[in-house]
Nanobody, 121 residues
């Protein structure tokens, strides 16, 4: 099994920054790829960013390109999401997720419990 624990959410004003972290443990081969998703009230969960542990390749949703950065810390088994220039529409519960092998915006098998991010206007 894989365990994912998010931290770092909170309240920030528009234009501000937040940094989310996801601590991963468990079967390494089941979490070769890590991702961040978000779900706003009344909306479906959507892909935000993904990263492959082996080579650091990344993938971003168009809505966050240039503002968000996903990175990994191999020593800490953690993945972070640096969010800059935040907008009110970024308000959502953010989830860390993991899957095998393929860097993709879908097909994730393991999920954290989520952390709330609220951006005030």
């Amino acid at each position: 099994q894989v365990q994912l624990v998010e931290s770092g959410g909170g309240l920030v004003q528009a234009g501000g920054s937040l940094r989310l972290s996801c601590a991963a443990s468990g079967r390494t081969f089941s979490r070769n790829v890590m991702g961040w998703f978000r779900q706003a009230p009344g909306k479906e969960r959507e892909f935000v960013a993904g990263i492959r542990w082996s080579d650091g390749s990344t993938l971003y949703a168009d809505s966050v390109k240039g503002r968000f950065t996903i990175s990994r810390d191999n020593a800490k088994n953690a993945v972070t999401l640096q969010m800059n220039s935040l907008k009110p529409e970024d308000t959502a519960v953010y989830y860390c997720a993991a899957r095998r092998w393929v860097l993709s915006s879908s097909g994730y098998d393991y999920w954290g419990q989520g952390t709330q991010v609220t951006v005030s206007s």
